[in-house]
């Protein structure tokens, strides 16, 4: 890495020494904005600071940032996202992106490239975004069952500044076909970037564009590989990893860049271009990432806060709003099984349609008086943003996941579609005594498939048998399937069923 | 496709499901690091030395280090 980058600062200083100077022509200087994995921050970040002091982002400073930077360079800039743009803040999930889509379309984005996130209210959420955008969506390497477009979404789109014609292609992660739930990607086919961008730059080479960016939601290992495999390719404008490449990098010639995430960072990549071979000459190489920070005597763009204080104010409603009702006060039980813990696992098995749910009571935390349940009080009851996942485990790792819950410090383990008895006079190991399955005793040598969330999954809470499971899909939200849930099935009424009891000694 | 992926936290293999990010890295690992870069104690940062957040994307092979959060 570090030669290619001495090899290409050595080349760009040759041809800073010949064709501009020798043709009297000052270097076309273009300016390349770009964000990813903003995930709905339109409000900054009082938790998080970069400088020490200053609340992170919001779009309100960002968009004075910007307006900043277009000021500088009229006519040479750029503004590009490499995904991921919508799901994560109340903000923008409760409208489904549409308050980042109206500050996006508001600051006049030239491009997006298609993130995993993006997929994930489905296909029809996805159009009617791209269809309110007053830029395209990209995404090269996405087509449906027939291996055709999936119309709004483009592979590319052709941008010229300063007679400097640019191609910018979109790529998203193929992992999205499986870390994505299922019904969202439905008929759709994630080709592996390497495949489809040879042909690609070169078509876009012949017909005339000077520079080819790719805007890419791969995350900066795989553009690394990228920009590795595929030569002709001059920027890589990257996102997905979330990583802050404060200097941008150079493989085989091609400069990758990153802005971290969550509108923390907006990042300014200069251009110096020959004005006579439209070549990159130059680039700014250090302090390419500008932190965005929204201390209170930072300027902001009043009319892109005007959007954030409009939906703002909408939230508020949205959070108000009733999604459900209990005719009982649904409280937690850290030591054995709780009603609440009984009706969040119903509601994970029944979206799953899984034999079994587990999930760790630590991820319970309120409880409900009886009465209306507003989205705000889901929220509390579930602040963290756990996703279900489904997976197949045998009765044996089962048995062995509630054998640890027996002798665990841990909150116990709240179930559905499975009853366990354990007697805690027995030695460790052997404490589950009685395990039933939809009534039936568990069979170790069966295969069941078991849903549960992502941070058991990844063995939390030292459940490293989860960790062993096969098959796995991932689901909605946690939050989401339970909204529903209750919208399906109010009033509810959950009690202790036994499905947990406990011998003490 | 194989469904899970080998990471490296600390140099220290990790397997976790393909399409987990650096928090479940950490949990797969060892809990406390997941809990003290919740609390803003650590950072974590990718074998270029570049910060990376906690639902950053991981690869087969990503190397992820957690480092003290400098003093401000």
């Known amino acids: ?505 | 496709m194989n469904m899970t992926l080998t990471v490296f936290v600390n140099d220290q293999p990790v397997t976790i499901y393909r399409g987990m990010q650096v928090k479940h890295a950490l949990i797969a690992l060892n809990e406390s690091l997941y809990q003290a870069a919740v609390a803003g104690e650590l950072q974590i940062e990718d074998r270029h030395g570049f910060q990376v957040d906690l639902e950053g994307a991981l690869q087969e092979g990503s190397r992820i280090f957690t480092k003290a959060k400098p003093e401000e």
């Open chain 1, 1 to 505: 890495m570090k030669r290619a980058c001495k090899s290409a600062l050595l080349l760009v200083l040759l041809l800073l020494l010949v064709p501009p100077q020798v043709a009297g022509l000052p270097a076309t200087r273009l300016t390349v904005l770009h964000v990813n994995d903003f995930h709905g921050h339109l409000l900054p970040d009082f938790n998080k600071t970069i400088d020490g002091i200053s609340p992170v982002g919001g779009a309100a400073r960002l968009a004075r940032m910007v307006a900043d930077e277009r000021a500088k360079n009229p006519d040479g800039v750029l503004l590009l996202s490499a995904g991921d743009m919508f799901q994560g803040t109340p903000i923008s999930n409760v409208f489904h992106g549409r308050s980042v889509m109206d500050f996006m379309n508001y600051l006049k984005f030239d491009a997006m490239a298609l993130g995993n996130h993006e997929f994930d209210w489905g296909t029809d959420i996805l159009r009617q975004l791209a269809a309110a955008a007053s830029f395209p969506f990209l995404a090269a390497n996405l087509q449906d069952l027939h291996g055709e477009e999936l119309p709004p979404i483009k592979s590319h789109i052709l941008l010229e500044r300063k007679g400097i014609k640019l191609a910018v292609i979109g790529i998203t992660t193929p992992d999205t076909a499986f870390t994505t739930q299922p019904r969202n990607v439905a008929g759709l086919i994630f080709q592996q970037p390497a495949a489809i961008l040879p042909p690609l730059v070169q078509e876009l080479r012949a017909s005339g564009a000077d520079l080819i960016a790719v805007l890419s939601h791969s995350g900066l290992d795989a553009d690394l590989a990228i920009a590795a495999e595929v030569s002709g390719i001059d920027l890589i404008i990257g996102g997905h990893s979330h990583t802050v490449v404060t200097e941008p990098l150079c493989v085989n010639r091609t400069i990758i860049v990153q802005a971290g995430s969550n509108g923390a960072y907006l990042g300014v990549l200069e251009l110096e271009i020959d004005p006579s071979t439209h070549k990159i000459v130059d680039f700014s190489r250090k302090n390419e990432l500008k932190p965005v920070l929204s201390a209170p005597a930072d300027p902001v763009e009043e009319k892109a806060a005007a959007i954030v204080a409009r939906f703002n104010k909408q939230i508020k409603a949205a959070f108000a709003r009733t999604v459900g009702e209990t005719a009982v006060d649904l409280i937690r039980n850290p030591g054995t099984e709780s009603n609440v813990g009984n009706l969040l696992a119903d509601a994970f098995r029944e979206a799953s349609g899984a034999d079994l749910a587990l999930l760790n009571g630590g991820s319970i935390r309120t409880d409900i008086r009886k009465g209306k349940i507003t989205l705000e009080q889901v929220y509390t009851l579930l602040p963290f943003d756990n996703q279900i996942v489904t997976m197949d485990l045998s009765g044996a790792q089962i048995r062995q996941i509630l054998e640890q819950n027996a002798s665990s410090t841990h909150k116990k383990l709240q179930v559905s579609g499975l009853t366990v008895r354990y007697d805690l006079t027995q030695p460790a190991g052997r404490q589950a005594v009685e395990i039933q399955v939809g009534g039936q005793p568990l069979e170790d040598v069966r295969t069941y498939r078991m849903a549960t969330n992502d941070f058991l999954a990844a063995g939390g809470d030292a459940y490293t048998t989860f960790k062993a499971g096969a098959n796995l899909v991932y689901g909605d939200l946690v939050r989401d399937v339970f909204s529903a849930y209750l919208e399906r099935k109010s009033p509810v009424r959950p009690q202790i069923e036994n499905r947990i009891e406990i011998t003490k000694p």
